[in-house]
């Protein structure tokens, strides 16, 4: 059975391989540096580390923030030796249970990788919004990418999604390393 507990120190990501997973499931251009990281960890208590547990052992990670409306997953990932056994279903069932609305954004969905991911995320109920939206650089030296949103349980409002976007750009991406936002 899946659990979560929130990891609140920094040298707990590395303890129990969090860290290493991070940057394992995520290109340099899609997360931020350790620095970033441990700074949000110290100075918002809206940011949520979660490690995943199934049966005592750790099996992934949700970096999720508390924002105005809703909850943003902002990281989710299973380490690979463990997909395929319905952890990461089980471990949004978990959050779904908590939450009213939860947001998330992936890649454009153009390859058999990100389609497989738009479905994972469509078969635990999230809808595609048919909002524009980017990626904010995590980097001075990387560029804004194009991303998709969706949300649960049903289309985010409008509303809703502008206020993320603002609270995305001026809260969330002060964690990263990039000075400008470029598009």
Known sequence: MVSY????????????????????AFPREERRSWEQHCRAMEEESEFRCLSLSDAGEVVGLMFCWELTGCLFIEHFAIDESKRGRGLGQAALRLLQQECKLIILEIELPEDEVTCRRLRFYRAAGFVLLPYEHVQRPFHADTSALPMKLLSWPTVAPAGVVHDFEVELAGRVMQYSGATTISY
């Not at 507990?5 to 394992?24: D, H, N, P």
């Open 5 to 24: 507990k929130r990891v609140k120190r920094a040298e707990e990501l590395l303890a129990c391989g969090l860290w290493a997973l991070y940057e394992r």
